[in-house]
């Protein structure tokens, strides 16, 4: 089976029949760290009466859970004066998606994605860029730099999966 690296970063976007890509292969840009995602349950519902102890919440079988931001270190390493053209012009207007065409907004979703982690083996859906600071693009040496991106996981309990189409499965 195909060795597991950091780099193996997936993502598919949210449309019927997109690829899933794989940012390594894709743009020469690998995963440094993708940290855990911090869970952190709704507000409930309560009240603080004034002549009670503690608190009166409500607490449901079910917790549901708050959206998240996950900043993930990315690394590019690829031939010098190529890192605007694989990183601003490939990876980031990937993430972004295209501009709509007409009025019709609620129809789009190429600015969203899927996200999968097979380090972690934790995938999200109903992904999408958040920011991104220009300024992290700094050159280490030649076309080599590490920068940041923030992405917000907009549903954080449906966990997915998804396979690299171009993995090389041995038996």
């Known amino acids: 089976m195909e060795q597991i690296t950091r780099s193996s970063l997936l ?15 894709q ?13 952190e349950s709704k507000d409930l519902p309560t009240h603080d009466f004034a002549s009670k102890n503690g608190e009166d919440r409500y607490i449901p079988s ?10 993930i270190s990315f690394y590019y390493n690829g031939s010098l004066d190529s890192c605007y053209t694989n990183i601003v012009k490939g990876f980031l207007a990937y993430l972004q998606g295209t501009p709509p ?4 907004y609620d129809s789009i979703t190429e600015g969203g994605f899927k996200i ?3 380090h972690n083996m934790i995938g999200r859906q109903r992904v999408y860029l958040k920011s991104f600071d220009p300024e992290s693009l700094t ?7 590490p920068f940041k991106l923030t992405f917000r996981v907009s549903d954080p309990s449906t966990d997915i999966v998804l396979t690299d189409p171009n993995a090389k499965v041995t038996l």
């Open 27 to 39: 743009w020469n840009i690998v995963c440094e760290q993708i940290p855990f995602p911090k869970i």
């Open 101 to 104: 065409v007409n009025d019709n």
């Open 11 to 25: 993502i598919q976007k949210m449309v019927t029949g997109a690829p899933v890509v794989n940012i390594f292969k």
């Open 139 to 145: 050159h280490v040496s030649g076309d080599s730099l």
């Open 62 to 71: 079910f917790i549901p859970t708050k959206p998240y931001d996950l900043t």
């Open 116 to 118: 999968y982690d097979r």
